[in-house]
């Protein structure tokens, strides 16, 4: 009897497999699943088959980091932006929810896109008031709601955060959120309890809020329109991330927990997660995004603010280096699905938004500046972008690899085609690319 699949992918250059290596192969496709792994297609009838002629085939790009739903309602936000996911070859995307009120409510959230995302996707449970910790047992046990995030850097002078948009509104709603040293100990200690790995941004508030006070005075009293992004770096300095990362390294020792620090930028910080490491007791894991790994904060418009802030050259070697060197374990995009005028304000940095769109063109920036210009291999860039998120966030081996049984989230890439960036090409709700 023949063998018979939906889908067959044959004559790849390679079949990147996490940690087995590059292999010639050609792969089964049944039922959304990987029925096998095969040298010879002599016998195999197939659907459909994919010639990959001269491509490399990854497993299915996870984005472990994405806001979506902030600007836009959900049920529109998902097909916008997972669809500009698909085309950056993302499979998976996780989402960074953030409600104000107890979650209770998020079954309207998850029924609203339920059926309107073109990839997989989960979420990342945002807890922003001490109300919500209780929240954290009831969406790992209804929802399956397994990691938590904290924004270590809301207080003070700088506590304000768009929430997620209720679904079948347009109304940007923006809140108040003050996290203290103790709500931070006691989200760390109720999820270590609960085996659920946290997130966390790190930066130092009290810091933030006094150099960004001092620097938004100046800039008053001089009339001057500040539009430089080195000024906005040193309104968050590496420092202040450094400060965070060791009050919150310390409490994960206290209950022994897993802490993913997302969006590290900076050499400073990343020199600050490795001297937690070892002190022991805890396991620490860090993710940089593409911006961090192309883009300074020399670079020209507003349109780079982001947070933590763009930084020097050297920063975005350490970043090379540590991706090269299994110092950094994930990439993640940090998308923002917003549009040029949200995003500009009134073109200085103090009424600009935070964050940009990225997650179409996250592979694509490690493929281009990493795999071809010499920096890390294809084999790395499989572990940070599929591999290592699916077994720190629980969906190993069903996503993260490609073998027999897992989920066919494949994605397949050509090294010689070059583009230009322009949004008709991503797709986002977001106008505009910082590339």
């Avoid at 933030?208 to 539009?227: A, D, F, V």
């Amino acid at each position: 009897m023949q063998n018979t699949c939906d889908v067959l992918i044959t004559n790849a250059a390679g079949v990147v497999i996490p940690k087995v290596g590059i292999v010639q192969t050609n792969i089964m496709i049944e039922n959304g699943k990987i029925k096998a792994l095969t040298k010879s297609t002599q016998s195999v009838q197939a659907s459909r088959k994919i010639n990959a002629e001269g491509k490399y085939v990854l497993p299915g790009i996870i984005d472990p980091h994405v806001h979506y739903g902030v600007y836009t309602p959900i049920e529109e936000a998902a097909k916008t932006e997972s669809k500009s996911a698909a085309i950056g070859g993302v499979t998976t995307m996780m989402r960074m929810l953030r409600l104000y009120d107890r979650y209770e409510n998020i079954e309207k959230h998850l029924r609203a896109s339920e059926f309107t995302h073109h990839v997989d996707y989960s979420i990342h449970a945002s807890i922003l008031r001490p109300e919500q910790i209780k929240d954290i047992q009831y969406l790992k046990k209804k929802f399956g709601i397994n990691s938590f995030k904290i924004y270590a850097n809301l207080g003070h002078d700088v506590n304000h955060i768009l929430m997620d948009i209720e679904p079948g509104t347009h109304e940007t709603v923006e809140r108040e959120v003050n996290i203290s040293d103790q709500i931070i100990s006691d989200i760390v200690q109720e999820a270590s309890m609960r085996q659920s790995p946290v997130l966390v941004h790190a930066e130092d508030q009290v810091m933030c809020s006094r150099l960004q006070k001092q620097n938004q005075i100046r800039s008053e009293l001089t009339g001057t329109k500040i539009t430089s992004l080195r000024v906005w770096s040193e309104c968050r300095p590496p420092s202040s991330e450094a400060n965070a990362i060791a009050k919150v390294g310390a409490y994960a020792r206290e209950f022994g927990s897993t802490i993913y620090f997302v969006h590290i930028g900076s050499g400073t910080a990343l020199d600050s997660i490795l001297t937690e490491k070892e002190k022991g007791n805890s396991n620490l894991y860090t993710e940089t995004c593409p911006h961090y790994l192309t883009h300074t904060s020399d670079f020209f418009d507003v349109t780079g603010k982001v947070v933590p802030p763009l930084r020097t050259k050297i920063d975005v070697q350490s970043m090379w280096y540590g991706l090269m060197n299994g110092i950094i374990d994930t990439v993640g995009s940090d998308h923002v699905a917003n549009t040029l005028l949200i995003k500009r304000g009134q073109g200085d940095i103090w009424s600009a938004r935070a964050g940009f769109p990225g997650i179409a063109t996250l592979l694509p920036v490690l493929l281009c500046k990493g795999v071809n210009e010499g920096r890390i291999s294809l084999e790395r860039v499989a572990e940070v972008t599929s591999y290592n998120a699916a077994r720190i966030f629980g969906l190993y081996p069903k996503k993260g690899t490609i073998e027999k049984g897992s989920d066919a989230d494949v994605t397949i890439i050509d090294l010689d085609l070059l583009q230009k960036v322009t949004p008709e090409i991503l797709q986002s709700y977001s106008d505009y690319s910082i590339y």
